[in-house]
Nanobody, 125 residues
Framework: QVQLVESGGGSVQAGGSLRLSCSAF????????MGWFRQAPGKEREGVPF????????YYADSVKGRFTISQDNAKNALYLQMTSLKLEDTATYYC??????????????????WGKGTLVTISS
């Protein structure tokens, strides 16, 4: 099974940019549908990714379309999330996920979905 480790979180002012990385170990991310989920403070982790890629598809939720970009480097076995024009409501812990079930780039969460431990992103005014 794959192990995922996120990095790159931190504090940034609204309007700024941040790049998150998800390094994978134990298996190639090319074998999975990959996505980013997030959990806002005091809330449950969202059940669907806000961004993902797999099966030739890339998915962006409306809330991040035009601001966030997902990419992956199979040679480095890593997934990236470039975030720009950050808003206060983007404050959350960001989780990388790898799954075998994929629907048009959306990781479908099952018992066989693998998760990183998350990285915190804090947006300030």
């Amino acid at each position: 099974q794959v192990q995922l480790v996120e990095s790159g979180g931190g504090s940034v002012q609204a309007g700024g940019s941040l790049r998150l990385s998800c390094s994978a170990f134990g298996d190639s991310i090319s074998n999975y549908c990959m996505g980013w989920f997030r959990q806002a403070p005091g809330k449950e982790r969202e059940g669907v990714p806000f961004i993902g890629t797999g099966g030739g598809f890339t998915y962006y939720a409306d809330s991040v379309k035009g601001r966030f970009t997902i990419s992956q480097d199979n040679a480095k076995n890593a997934l990236y999330l470039q975030m720009t024009s950050l808003k206060l409501e983007d404050t959350a812990t960001y989780y990388c996920a790898a799954g075998f079930s994929c629907l048009h780039g959306i990781v479908v969460v099952t018992t066989m979905t693998y998760w990183g431990k998350g990285t915190l992103v804090t947006i300030s005014s």
